[in-house]
């Protein structure tokens, strides 16, 4: 089972991708988080738990509290910390080329997809994690 964080306070995007993940039948632990913070704070205190830890983040940039900007400056300092590599994707509904290009000079993004996206995305995505 694959452990998966959403972090994004958009209900659409979140109910669809729970559709989404049931429809493809893949099997993941999905945790949603609302703000950058809350999913920060999570990942601080499972650091050193590799059981605990998600697999996949799908990280939305725009948020309140902390958006996904933020989220990556203090994740890009704990991730030496983690006990595991995790494959971070911004999921945006931005197509930006400006948050694109800064997207790529973070070492910790595996990708930049932009929302809404496929079944085939999703399974690409979780058989390759």
């Known amino acids: ?10 209900a659409i995007f979140v109910f669809l991708t729970r559709k989404t993940l049931q429809v493809a039948n893949l099997n ?25 830890l998600p697999d996949i983040i799908f990280l939305d940039l725009n948020m309140p509290v902390l958006d996904g900007w933020g989220f990556l400056d203090k994740y890009s300092l704990l991730e030496p910390k983690m006990s595991k590599k995790i494959a971070i994707y911004i999921v945006s509904s931005s ?18 997809l932009t929302k809404p996206l496929s079944r085939s995305k999703f399974v690409e995505i979780f058989e390759g994690a």
Do not use: C, H, W
């Not at 089972?1 to 958009?10: A, E, H, N, P, Q």
């Not at 694109?100 to 595996?110: A, D, G």
């Open 1 to 10: 089972m694959k452990r998966f964080y959403l972090i994004d306070d958009d």
């Open 28 to 52: 993941t632990d999905l945790t949603v988080f609302e703000d950058g913070q809350q999913a920060l704070t999570d990942l601080e205190l499972s650091a050193n738990q590799p059981g605990m």
């Open 95 to 112: 197509i930006s080329p400006s948050e694109l290009e800064r997207s790529q000079n973070i070492p910790v993004v595996t990708e930049f």
